[in-house]
């Protein structure tokens, strides 16, 4: 009843503020290429509004050379992560709404412990409300501890924060700038099965490699440094 009552469905000034921001720090890096939205205007037309849209909301260019790969369910995607992870050279970003600690979570977290004491730099984005149930308060102080730099979005605040539905619901993997990994998967173990909740968990993902993998590099900078209130790594 309070939420109706008190709670906000907008951003508050302030956030607004440094949203904005962050996004015009980002900007330059989103320039695009004219060449390639003109090729696909003469190819097909209606793609050419589409993309055109996408880049128009979003403020992501249209990118050529690259590849997906599409997989059907949870267990398949969640193995090519792992092979991804493994293979860093440099950085991994992990951007999700969930994570869970169970054998989803510990096998990506021994991964990824490995590839820190490699010296690859490791971040994590977690939602802090998508895993209020899931995972102990003050999570990020556990994963910094372990080498990983982490931090929650909109840490929740019961007392000091009416605006509880700002939730960042990506689901993002970025390896070394040149894989990406997004689809409907969460790390928790129902995502892959291991447990049931609600009978087989049917979620499909991609991976990505080429040069739209700079869209997703930029889409984690974007909230990590709106999560960190910095400007570092663009």
């Not at 000034?13 to 949203?19: G, I, M, V």
């Not at 003469?42 to 050419?48: D, G, H, P």
């Not at 995607?77 to 992990?94: C, D, G, S």
């Given at each position: 009843t309070l939420y109706f009552v008190f709670g906000r469905a907008k951003l508050t000034?302030?956030?607004?503020?440094?949203?904005e921001r962050v996004n015009e720090e980002l900007s330059p890096f989103l320039a695009g290429d004219e060449q390639v939205e003109e090729k696909i205007r003469?190819?097909?037309?209606?793609?050419?509004n589409q993309t055109k849209y996408i880049k128009d909301w979003a403020g992501y260019p249209v990118c050529e050379y690259t590849k997906t790969e599409y997989y059907p369910?949870?267990?398949e995607?969640?193995?090519?992560?792992?092979?991804?992870?493994?293979?860093?050279?440099?950085?991994?970003?992990?951007e999700y709404f969930i994570f869970e600690d169970g054998i989803m979570l510990e096998q990506l977290l021994a991964a990824l412990e490995e590839k820190v004491k490699q010296g690859v730099e490791v971040r994590m984005i977690y939602d802090d409300v998508g895993c209020i149930s899931k995972l102990p308060a003050g999570y990020y102080k556990k994963m910094e501890e372990r080498g990983i730099k982490c931090t929650a979005f909109n840490p929740f605040r019961p007392i000091m924060s009416i605006i509880m539905n700002n939730r960042d619901h990506r689901k993002i993997l970025v390896v070394d700038g040149k894989t990406a990994f997004t689809g409907g998967i969460n790390i928790a173990d129902e995502y892959i099965n291991v447990t049931t909740r609600f009978g087989y968990w049917k979620d499909t993902g991609v991976r990505i490699e080429g040069k739209a993998v700079w869209n997703f590099t930029a889409m984690f900078l974007q909230m990590w440094n709106f999560a960190n209130h910095s400007t570092e790594n663009y």
């Open positions: 000034k302030h956030t607004e503020e440094r949203l003469n190819e097909n037309k209606r793609i050419y369910s949870g267990e995607l969640f193995l090519k992560m792992l092979e991804a992870v493994k293979e860093a050279e440099t950085f991994i970003f992990l």
